[in-house]
């Protein structure tokens, strides 16, 4: 299971993406692909979850990084520009932002 972590030198990010029920399943498959392929090789990768709502027209990603630097790399390859096209045809939209960790909590 991904931890998070109150690093504050590490880099958050979560993406949301909208689209209708019928492409969740296909969308979630290209992100696990990505992931299992690409994505976690990556210089800085840390962690990463995807979750998916009930109605299924959304799906949120949460990642984790070393630095900032490394996320903005990985987002900027050849190979995941290629990858963000088509995951671009499956969603209404999508949108990483960068966030800082405020507080974690952890069952005792």
């Not at 088509?86 to 969603?91: A, E, K, M, P």
């Amino acid at each position: 299971m991904p931890t998070i972590s109150r690093d504050p030198n590490f880099q958050t990010v979560i993406t949301t993406f909208e689209m209708t029920p019928g492409t969740c399943q296909d969308l979630l498959d290209l992100l696990r692909e990505a992931y299992e392929t690409f994505i976690r090789h990556q210089p800085g990768f840390l962690s990463a979850a995807l979750h998916v709502n009930d109605a299924q027209t959304r799906i949120a990603n949460y990642s984790q990084w070393r630095r900032r630097e490394d996320f903005l790399a990985m987002l900027r390859s050849e190979e995941m520009r290629v990858r963000n096209r088509q995951i671009n045809t499956l969603c209404r939209s999508f949108e990483p932002v960068m966030y800082e960790v405020a507080e974690t909590f952890d069952r005792e």
